[in-house]
């Protein structure tokens, strides 16, 4: 006498989508888990998926987007990833951008979650580069609300800028694993230099209810070293 209960494949659980922030922690930390991304590429499209899946709700983000008015962009931590990776939220002021810089060998997810920014793709210098010789602008490309890119130092340097003059802008990275260290690079010498960033805590007043998606606190812009990031601090811009 058979039985077809022996035979029939288990069936695998069902993967939760994609709604909200948690729900995209929740997935990045299952598909992470207590490696990062490492040399596994198969990870990298995995992650690029899933940002590209959650779709930008201000709701869900907006007590990490602080920023103190007069400074190019804060990032704000969202989550640590249990030390293989972290998740932060920049906030871009108007007009501003990031210096040329590298990732110090980390993989970089970015996804935008408000606004636009244009990333700027620059060409490592050479040994055969001339002392003072400008960097190589390979390409821009232009990112809208919810556009994701990659980025890693064996496709190059790159910049981040705000295009707008009268909106600021908010990104989502993701780096794997965490750094706190990269080269900056002067765009008409190829020079670099080693840049650090220190974490302070924001936290806004008791009494204030955001308006909107992003509010004003104060933060921390010294290149300095700091504490260990938790949670809702802010590390200086590089």
Request: with cysteine.
């Amino acid at each position: 006498m058979s039985s077809n209960s022996s035979s029939s494949p288990a069936l695998a659980p069902a993967e939760h989508p994609v709604r909200t922030m948690q729900d995209l922690i929740s997935r990045l930390n299952s598909t992470l888990g207590n490696t990062g991304l490492g040399d596994d590429l198969s990870r990298v499209h995995q992650v690029k998926k899933l940002m590209r899946e959650y779709i930008s709700q201000s709701d869900d983000w907006y007590q990490y987007a602080v920023y103190q008015e007069g400074t190019r962009y804060t990032r704000n931590l969202v989550d640590d990833g249990n030390g293989k990776y972290n998740l932060l939220i920049l906030v871009w002021g108007e007009g501003q951008s990031s210096p040329i810089h590298d990732h110090a060998g980390s993989h970089c997810m970015m996804k935008l979650l408000a606004g636009e920014l244009d990333e700027e793709l620059y060409a490592w210098p050479t040994e055969e580069s001339v002392e003072g010789e400008q960097l190589r602008l390979k390409r821009v490309a232009p990112l809208k609300t919810n556009s994701v890119a990659y980025m890693h130092d064996k496709i190059g340097l790159h910049r981040i800028g705000n295009p707008s003059t009268s909106k600021k802008a908010v990104s989502l990275h993701l780096y794997s694993p965490p750094f706190s260290m990269c080269k900056t690079f002067d765009q008409s010498t190829g020079a670099a230099v080693e840049s650090s960033c220190a974490a302070s805590r924001i936290t806004p007043p008791p009494s204030e209810t955001p308006s909107s998606s992003i509010y004003t606190c104060a933060a921390s812009f010294e290149a300095t070293s700091g504490p260990g990031l938790q949670p809702g601090h802010a590390i200086t811009s590089i």
